[in-house]
């Protein structure tokens, strides 16, 4: 049975197909992690369309809360986000540290900060250039810091200009074009940055990735039935995305790499994200993306994303080897661990915010992602 499409404009209800494409991009993502190997480039692709989705999801939810109250409320915004992402961070720093102690592994204080401080991606592409590797399981956590180093702007932005979908729309572009300038910026004045994680996981030339669903929210909110909101969400749509991923694979070039290749994926993940969820004409996919398996492995996205990171750190440092059986036992101890957090973890506290906020009169739906 085909799902009712959501709202075009911004509401506050559960927006059908976004925990399928969260499930879609989290198995990109430990896929290419465990069983890709030297192609575990590939992962990235899954990052993207996190990106997109995060981006689309909330600024749809502040524009929403905008039309619904009269404002944007910044510090309940901050305060959602806290209780989003910190509980499950503190008990994987607990874990990690814990465990690093019982194998005689240093917990640089440094790596500690960088998570709850949001530097990783700074910290890691200092690193590289450096020579060194950071010792805890932390590298995964880099597009956290980029999306809160984002989320410091955009909510402001859009409280500031009343949530103007124009304006909206305008800080969007701005931050589409601004990323790309940097990057070839950085290109010619430093080319040693090329195809290092100085370029892929600093937050001033990824926000773009980000700022396309802003792009999205802003585009659905201004002009839902125009030629934009229907050309981006049509199943041709679909086709050119995929088309762009792909050819930003191929493409070997390396200033197109560090530089315009993000462009692309992140229209291609555009492109992507908008059909599943707003075409009447894919039915079959949307039913995919809303199916029971689709929705719970979505439900998990944040917690499997987390927890992966650390699966090949826990299993290397009880004597195992990189083999294609123990990327199986990769794949396993994320799910079990993911599913522990998810239950124990992010569900008593998304129960106890979404209460909070009912009370408050301000219901949020997809929290998982807000």
């Known amino acids: 049975m085909i799902e009712p499409l959501p709202p075009v404009s911004a509401t506050k209800g559960h927006i059908q197909g976004l925990n399928g494409l969260r499930c879609l991009s ?12 030297e192609y575990s480039g590939i992962s990235s692709l899954g990052v993207y369309i996190f990106f997109v989705i995060s981006g689309f999801l909330i600024t749809r939810l502040l524009l929403a809360e905008a039309k ?3 404002e944007v409320r910044i510090g309940a915004f901050y305060w959602r986000r806290l209780l ?17 102690q019982m194998h005689s592994i240093p917990a640089p204080l440094i790596e500690i900060a960088s998570v709850f401080l949001y530097f990783v991606n700074y910290l890691k592409s200092y690193y590289e250039l450096a020579g060194t590797q950071h010792v805890l399981p932390i590298g995964v956590l880099w597009s956290l810091s980029v999306e809160e180093h984002f989320y410091l702007i955009a909510p402001l932005f859009i409280a500031f200009v009343r949530a103007s979908p124009g304006k909206v729309l305008a800080f969007a572009i701005v931050m589409i074009v601004a990323p790309l300038l940097i990057r070839v910026g950085y290109v010619i004045q430093w080319p040693e940055w090329s195809n290092t994680n100085r370029i892929y996981m600093a937050s001033e030339t990824r926000f773009d990735s980000i700022a396309y669903g802003v792009f999205l929210a802003a585009i659905c909110e201004l002009s839902p039935e125009g030629r934009i909101r229907k050309a981006i969400s049509s199943p041709q749509a679909l086709i050119a995305g995929i088309a762009l991923l792909v050819l930003s694979t191929v493409i070997r070039d390396d200033f197109f790499r560090d530089t315009l290749r993000y462009s692309l994926r992140g229209i291609g993940a555009l492109l992507i994200v908008a059909p599943i ?24 996205s944040y917690s499997l994303y987390i927890w992966h990171g650390a699966a090949w750190f826990f299993l290397s440092n009880i004597g195992m080897t990189k083999t294609m059986l123990t990327s199986f036992a990769e794949l396993g101890v994320t799910f079990v661990l993911a599913v522990a957090s998810y239950y124990l973890v992010e569900m ?6 979404n209460k909070a906020s009912t009370r408050r009169k301000g219901v949020v739906t997809n929290s998982v992602a807000a």
């Open 277 to 300: 969820v707003f075409s009447p004409r894919l039915g079959l996919l949307q039913n995919i993306a809303n199916s029971p398996p689709a929705e719970w492995i979505g439900k998990l």
């Open 348 to 353: 008593p506290v998304l129960k106890w915010r």
């Open 26 to 37: 989290i198995l990109i993502v430990i896929i290419g992690h465990f069983f890709l190997g």
């Open 84 to 100: 989003r992402l910190f509980p499950v961070l503190i008990v994987y720093m607990i874990v990690v540290v814990l465990f690093a």
């Open 68 to 70: 619904e109250t009269g």
